[in-house]
């Protein structure tokens, strides 16, 4: 038996082999380039959660004016809420949460599920929110915090 020497059918069944792995490698990546769209983000704005439904959008811009949170020590608090009138409307899972407010709405913090401070602080607000603004700061020190009672400027 001689060494080195290979078997005619078997290189043609590799060969044949290699094509078909190049070719699906190929049509994998030209499925996957055309399904990928648009690599450009959309309109970015920090949100955690929105436990309400999200309000109609015209143009990109929200019709509901909106207040963003961040939690400076989110890594070892992640699970604070803010209240709107009692109700949660959202949890810091991710450093900031943004909600939905109406003229009046009372703002608040829950931190009673820690025993440690937490600092919230109002990153951002429509333009149409005059209360919080951006910047505002809290402390929570375990419980229910008030934040503020929104007001509204003229939309």
Not at 36 to 45: F, H, I, N, Q, R
Not at 129 to 152: F, N
Request: charged share 25%; proline share 6%.
């Amino acid at each position: 038996m001689k060494t080195g020497m290979r078997r005619p059918g078997r290189d043609r069944l590799e060969r044949a082999l290699i094509r078909l792995v190049v070719v699906i490698a190929a049509i994998i990546m030209l499925v996957q380039s055309l399904r990928a769209g648009d690599p450009l983000p959309e309109d970015a704005v920090p949100v955690a959660s929105l436990e309400r439904t999200h309000p109609p959008l015209t143009a990109g811009l929200l019709q509901e004016p909106v207040v963003t949170f961040q939690l400076k020590n989110y890594s070892t608090l992640p699970l604070a809420r803010i209240l709107v009138n009692g109700e949660s409307r959202g949890e810091f899972r991710d450093r900031y949460v943004t909600v939905f407010v109406q003229e009046g709405d009372l703002i608040e913090v829950d931190g009673s599920r820690y025993s440690r401070p937490l600092d919230i602080e109002v990153l951002d607000v429509s333009k149409e929110v005059l209360v919080p603004s951006a910047g505002d700061h809290l402390r929570v020190e375990g419980g229910i915090s008030c934040l503020a009672r929104v007001r509204l400027g003229n939309r």
